[in-house]
């Protein structure tokens, strides 16, 4: 056991560095990432947002911060593939832990996603959050809209999310994961000139200016070319990448709220991500992971490899 340690997400003396706990225990924070509400100086915050109240069909996202984390423990100690490098040599990186949310009061946890995403981003570099389903989305973008103004999405999903957006009792927009594009559209937090959606595999009645990869396309195309595509469209502006699970073929991805057939493999997305490094990353996501749908943590695995990804390209972009 030499060399070894346990409990890296709370024994841990800095921000950098990898841990070494041994992969099958230890208290799991993301990617064994040290525990902390303190971020000051960082250069990324990963935390999780436990939300599964705006699904139009099955719930279950709420688990999946917990699942990311437990399947990225394997990514502990060792280089990462492809990347070849330990992220946490030059990347200062913690975990928050989650974001507070009322269960009784579901309609009051936007407002708590989007204040509290905004006092982490007052303090670290880059937020990384782990979802939920994806209205978490429109929160995050209001968060990342207020510092950076306009923003470019590049969108990983099977759906376009462009439904149109219903009013709540209250008379306000009532944004669920099916809407809101649209909605981050109507209020001018993106810019459909310059955003894009990769994967999608369903109609929704507008696109709202959005350029579209769909399924058939990205079947067609090597991942050197999606990559050029999505620096085409978003030509150096702010980019904002949220990656929706069910992106991917459902072989890939079975647990997540509304799967759709005919995607691409894990491998091919995970290759088109990897090219990206040299996008003007503000934020990201992984969203729609719902493990009491998933089987033997396939959909786990997936989306804590997309997580890891996002780390590395930012590992790889502050080492130069
Ligand atoms: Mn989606």
């Known amino acids: 056991m030499s060399g070894k340690s346990i409990d890296h997400a709370f024994t841990a003396s800095g921000n950098l560095g990898a841990a070494s706990d041994p992969t099958h225990a230890g208290a799991l924070s993301f990617m064994r990432r040290r525990f902390s509400k303190d ?3 960082t250069d990324v915050t990963v935390w999780g947002v436990p939300f599964d109240s705006a699904v139009s069909n099955r719930p279950g996202a709420r688990f999946g911060p917990q699942a990311l984390r437990r399947a990225s423990a394997i990514f502990d100690n060792d280089p990462q593939y492809p990347f070849a490098r330990d992220f946490f040599e030059a990347l200062a990186v913690v975990d928050y832990g989650d974001c507070m949310l009322d269960y009784r009061l579901p309609e009051t946890a936007h407002g708590r996603i989007a204040e509290e995403a905004s006092a982490i981003l007052d303090h670290t570099g880059f937020l990384l959050t782990l979802g939920g389903d994806h209205s978490i989305t429109y929160p995050l973008l209001q968060a990342h809209a207020e510092r950076h ?7 990983f999903d099977a759906h376009q999310d ?11 927009p009532r944004v669920d994961h099916g809407s809101f594009v649209k909605q981050a559209v109507e209020d001018g937090l993106i810019d459909p000139a310059t955003s ?27 991942s050197a070319e999606i990559a050029a595509k999505i620096y085409e469209r978003t030509g150096g502006t702010n980019v904002y990448l949220t990656f929706d699970i069910d992106c991917l073929d459902v072989a890939f991805a079975p647990g997540t709220g509304t799967p759709v057939a005919g995607g691409p493999s894990s491998a091919k997305m995970l290759a088109v991500l990897r090219h990206l490094k040299n996008l003007q990353l503000v934020g990201a996501d992984v969203v729609e992971v719902s493990p009491p749908y998933d089987h033997a943590d396939v959909t786990a695995i997936a989306g804590s490899t997309v997580a890891m990804y996002v780390l590395g390209i930012l590992a790889e972009k502050k080492v130069g």
Do not use: F, N
């Not at 103004?149 to 969108?155: A, D, I, N, R």
């Not at 894009?196 to 090597?222: S, W, Y």
């Open 39 to 41: 971020v000051a100086g």
């Open 149 to 155: 103004g306009k923003l470019s999405l590049v969108q």
């Open 162 to 172: 462009t439904w149109p957006v219903a009013t709540g009792a209250d008379g306000a």
């Open 196 to 222: 894009i959606q990769i994967g999608i595999r369903t109609h929704a009645p507008e696109t709202c200016g959005i350029e579209i990869l769909g399924g058939e396309a990205v079947e067609d195309m090597k």
